[in-house]
């Protein structure tokens, strides 16, 4: 296994020092290192995080692997700067057995470029009518300790209560899609002044507020874990920091899209901007953003949600919802937070590793520690040209949109997934 000596960069933000990875793991940090034998690179001007963390991306393997793999995936996830996926269940087949689980995360080891951690389905094929096998996946080789019908909302208030007391058992998570569907028939983007003028159905706040209110509500009753997927309004953020003042141990997450597009994008009624939740207003984005810094909203998680060309490149009412999110992440919180290093471990690794359950990762880059890393050149500029993603989609919302921020390199357990900013396989 081939040692690396990275010379001068800064730990989450700290003064230029060397890091040297052998065996796994960092085995040295401090300033003026040598290794003989290393493969020395030149980190000068470069941050180390540790590996971003992603709790909500989806894979589309198996059933869809023309919009993308387990394998194409992880590689823009690498390059991205993510050591780790949480691969969301609504696939096809849904990933609602302990076969299915068991197939992504052999399919995640195999390409090596990510760990890959299976997220199981609340119900059967998504449905909402009765619990998957919540016990079988947990107990499999792929060890699911969250599960989520994400694209659908858990709706039916038994079923959730019951999902929420079976997993306390093992200390597991149910994520929500928080979205009351009768509030949301027809709906095709925000509801406001952008969707009256335009004349499309609208997606009301209210539709995703209800949901999160009523679900804190029943993680109180029975004393479990619930995190909030995709939260993507002010009222949300209201409904969060008052549960969260309770003691009701709720977690939540926001995707970058949510930090920086509103609703106006629909205008141009092109079907890339069209994503659920919907864009919102920028009260929502400003809203969002002030939760984040103040931990209100836990995690930044990408919702990577890649479609085929046909499925997006159609009429906006036809078009599926959902974006590509894990190469661009990054940059977004550096647009949108500065270059505060410690929040953005903190909201992209640290924080999503331990709600997850992972513990070799989201833990910042020191002696002992798994080499489960990613080098950002902060100064780099880049225009997003969706032709040169990794992904095995095309819709990005980002297209020729210049974002600061490049990832260098990522190791996973020491070794190099992406090196001079290219996968290595
Ligand atoms: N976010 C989306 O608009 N789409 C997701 C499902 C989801 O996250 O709800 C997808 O699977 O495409
Ligand atoms: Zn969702
Ligand atoms: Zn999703």
Redesign the pocket.
Known sequence: MTAYLIKGVSVVGGDPTDLLVRDGVVAESGPGLSAPGATVLDADGLVALPGLVDLHT?LREPGREDAETVETGSRAAALGGYTAVCA?A?TSPVADTAGVVEQVWRLGREAGLVDVQPIGAVTVGLAGERLAELGAMADSAARVRIFSD??HCVADPKLMRRALEYVKAFDGIIAQ?AEEPRLTEGAQMHEGEVSTRLGLTGWPAVAEEAIIARDVLLAEHVGSRLHV??VSTAGSVEVLRQAKARGIRVTAEVTPHHLLLTDERAETYDPVYK??PPLRTATDIAALRAALVEGVIDIVAT?H?P?AVEDKECEWAYA???MLGLETALSIALDVLGPEWDLIAERMSRAPARIAGLDTHGRNPAPGVPANLTLVDPSARRVIEPADLASRSRNTPYARMTLPGRIVATFLRGEPTVLDGKAVK
Do not use: E, L
Request: aromatic content about 0%; charged content about 20%.
């Open positions: 989806h969301m609504n994400d694209g899609h997927c995709h994503v659920n919702d949600a479609h599926r919802p959902g």
